[in-house]
């Protein structure tokens, strides 16, 4: 095993408040989003629908759900992870590289057990899959990786356009469908789950994949450059942050217009879905610029306090699934608040980790699936 070779002895890397801050910070809109579509899923849209129908309060929540979280957190933690894991190649020593590829490998065991037992919409299989390719691209000089960066980023918008054929007009297929609140025992939960994981990874390479490499791959270049923490990148930090207004009001809009498409069916809720993975990911690169500038401008502590429950992401991930699961399926306690409680429940959940992770951290406690993660020698060399 790779785990038992010693030739090359890791180093250990410290940790970066920011990144982990950030991490912390993009868990609150997977809470609040896997929480929100869980009943309409796992053929729903996302981020569900306003529950109440005819509730105000419900539509303005959903809207200012959508706005704040909806297609943000998975494109910010995926440029995170690139980022993380730039930082972790520091050591290009065999058995760091070693190490790394044994981490992904139990990454996509983890996904594929999370995706097909417990939450179909897993990102973790994903996740591990860019991990892999990083591997093979990790010793290519910058300015490959930025030449790689174009010909993905004209590969995601050809899959934005698929998309957007495979759901223009297309039959409204999953407004008869079983949903997550509907099935009646696990056997049935079960069998929704995983035969939805298993479209989820075949059309994955199609749909969403070529946007999670790009931006993963993004995140890894810019961990070479130590872009968001080296003083020499302030001024690019503050260009980017200047268009967080244009960002906002472009995912207000989007907002503003999945709600409308709500009345108009499933079918029509999923296309305008797709437009998310353009302002989406805007309004989060944006943010992030700002937060970074401000944390090198000695402001944003509020972030950095957010750095010790960033540990623990990933436990935290897995643990919201089962907790899903347990309370919103049909299978479980069949709870189906509204969309405001729904949104509430997920917001302080996020809090009181947060607080928690404050406390533990300092302890040096670390998440079960984080310490399985870092495989038998437990070493911790990722920022």
């Given at each position: 095993m790779g785990g038992m070779v010693q030739a090359e002895p890791l180093h250990r890397v410290s940790r970066e408040p920011l990144v982990d801050g950030l991490r912390m910070l993009a868990l609150a809109g997977v809470l609040v989003v896997n929480a929100m579509s869980y009943a309409a899923g796992p053929y729903g849209p996302l981020p569900g629908v306003p529950v109440p129908a005819d509730s105000w309060l419900a539509h303005a929540v959903f809207v200012a759900m959508t706005v704040l979280f909806q297609a943000k957190a998975y494109p910010l933690l995926a440029f995170l992870f690139g980022y993380s894991f730039a930082l972790s190649m520091r050591s290009r020593a065999a058995t760091a590289v070693m190490h790394r590829r044994g981490?992904?490998?139990?990454?996509?065991?983890?996904?594929?057990?999370?995706?097909?037992?417990?939450?179909?919409?897993?990102?973790?299989?994903?996740?591990?899959?860019?991990?892999?390719?990083?591997?093979?691209?990790?010793?290519?000089?910058?300015?490959?990786?930025?030449?790689?960066?174009?010909?993905?980023?004209?590969?995601?918008?050809?899959?934005?356009?698929?998309?957007?054929?495979?759901?223009?007009?297309?039959?409204?297929?999953?407004?008869?469908?079983?949903?997550?609140?509907?099935?009646?025992?696990?056997?049935?939960?079960?069998?929704?789950?995983?035969?939805?994981?298993?479209?989820?990874?075949?059309?994955?390479?199609?749909?969403?994949?070529?946007?999670?490499?790009?931006?993963?791959?993004?995140?890894?270049?810019?961990?070479?450059?130590?872009?968001?923490?080296?003083?020499?990148?302030?001024?690019?930090?503050?260009?980017?942050?200047?268009?967080?207004?244009?960002?906002?009001?472009?995912?207000?809009?989007?907002?503003?217009?999945?709600?409308?498409?709500?009345?108009?069916?499933?079918?029509?809720?999923?296309?305008?879905?797709?437009?998310?993975?353009?302002?989406?990911?805007?309004?989060?690169?944006?943010?992030?610029?700002?937060?970074?500038?401000?944390?090198q401008a000695g402001t944003a502590l509020w972030l950095v306090k957010l750095a010790p429950a960033g540990r623990y992401t990933l436990s935290l991930y897995v643990g919201w699934s089962l907790v899903l699961a347990l309370c919103f399926s049909g299978a479980g306690a069949a709870w189906q608040p509204g969309t405001a409680a729904v949104a509430a429940l997920a917001l302080v959940s996020w809090a009181a980790v947060a607080a928690l992770g404050s406390l533990a951290a300092p302890r040096g406690w670390t998440g079960p699936l984080e310490r399985w993660l870092a495989g038998p020698r437990r070493r911790k060399i990722t920022p």
């Open positions: 981490r992904m490998r139990r990454l996509l065991l983890l996904g594929v057990l999370h995706g097909a037992l417990i939450y179909s919409g897993d990102i973790l299989t994903a996740y591990a899959v860019c991990g892999l390719l990083l591997l093979r691209w990790a010793q290519l000089p910058l300015s490959a990786l930025r030449r790689g960066l174009a010909w993905l980023l004209v590969l995601w918008g050809a899959s934005m356009v698929l998309a957007a054929t495979l759901t223009t007009g297309a039959p409204a297929l999953t407004e008869t469908m079983p949903n997550s609140a509907s099935v009646g025992t696990w056997r049935e939960w079960w069998v929704l789950n995983v035969s939805a994981y298993w479209n989820t990874v075949l059309l994955a390479p199609l749909l969403f994949l070529p946007e999670l490499v790009t931006i993963t791959l993004a995140g890894f270049v810019a961990g070479r450059l130590r872009w968001l923490t080296h003083r020499r990148w302030q001024t690019a930090r503050l260009q980017l942050a200047r268009w967080l207004p244009v960002a906002f009001a472009a995912n207000v809009a989007y907002a503003v217009l999945l709600d409308r498409a709500v009345s108009w069916g499933y079918a029509a809720q999923n296309t305008v879905v797709v437009a998310s993975a353009l302002v989406g990911p805007w309004l989060s690169a944006a943010a992030v610029a700002a937060l970074a500038a401000s944390r």
